[in-house]
């Protein structure tokens, strides 16, 4: 299993610009997480869902679109990029099971809007 | 909503020395308490985690205990080692088992 995959790795816009994340899990899990990892605040939820064609928002949703089509994949779409989107972007999913509550977390996506 | 606080923010120790990290919690209905390491450039990863109805929880040199009374929980690694050194945040779980993150302590293990 390759686990929680994010694409891109790197990316860097100008203000203004769109993009979208993609994040695909092979673990057939049913939630999905999109976070903010800032320095000195810790990860932040900015969207989450429950499930295919669900979206619900997190902490910190203002600037942010989402996307749950397929199961496996969640995309978290910047319309209008400004430089205070410059973050980390974790993406994490976990299991609809009593007891299993570990999120298992991406390798992250490092966004610099100039 | 729930809001978890980590301290310290940073923690040097020696090869050896044991290292604690403490988080408080707010909601008195949150009952997972999971806590992730983070190394430079990488995802975090959960390292160990406890439940409500657990007071303490060991695996190998890092154990977690919790005290429901006061809302707070702590992480302890015995025998520190190098790469025991990365970013290690605390979190709590909310609905739809989201996690309120604490603001992350960074441990250095020096040789």
């Known amino acids: 299993n390759a686990g929680v995959t994010q694409t891109p790795k790197f990316r860097v816009l100008k203000t203004g610009q769109s993009m979208t994340l993609l994040c695909a899990q092979d673990m057939n899990h049913e939630y999905m997480y999109w976070y903010r990892q800032d320095p000195g605040m810790g990860l932040r939820l900015i969207h989450y869902s429950v499930g295919e064609g669900t979206t619900a928002k997190g902490e910190v949703p203002d600037g942010y679109n989402v996307s749950r089509l397929k199961k496996q994949n969640f995309l978290l779409g910047l319309e209008s990029a400004a430089p205070s989107q410059t973050s980390v972007y974790f993406c994490?999913?976990?299991?609809?099971?009593?007891?299993?509550?570990?999120?298992?977390f991406g390798p992250g996506t490092r966004l610099t809007v100039l | 909503g729930e809001n978890v606080e980590q301290h310290p923010s940073t923690l040097s120790v020696q090869e050896g020395d044991s290292a604690v990290i403490k988080c408080t919690y707010s909601?008195?209905?949150?009952?997972?308490f999971p806590w992730y390491k983070q190394e430079l450039g990488k995802g975090p990863q959960l390292i160990i985690d406890?439940?409500?109805?657990?007071g303490e929880k060991k695996d190998q040199r890092i154990a977690v205990t919790l005290n429901k009374t006061a809302k707070h929980f702590s992480l302890h690694i015995t025998e520190t080692q190098p790469e025991d050194s990365a970013v290690y945040f605390c979190?709590?779980?909310?609905?739809?088992?989201?996690?309120?993150f604490g603001t992350g302590t960074r441990l250095l293990v020096s040789p």
């Open positions: 909601d008195s209905a949150s009952n997972y």
């Open positions: 406890i439940r409500s109805n657990v």
């Open positions: 994490a999913s976990t299991l609809l099971e009593a007891g299993r509550d570990e999120q298992f």
């Open positions: 979190a709590a779980i909310t609905g739809f088992q989201k996690l309120v």
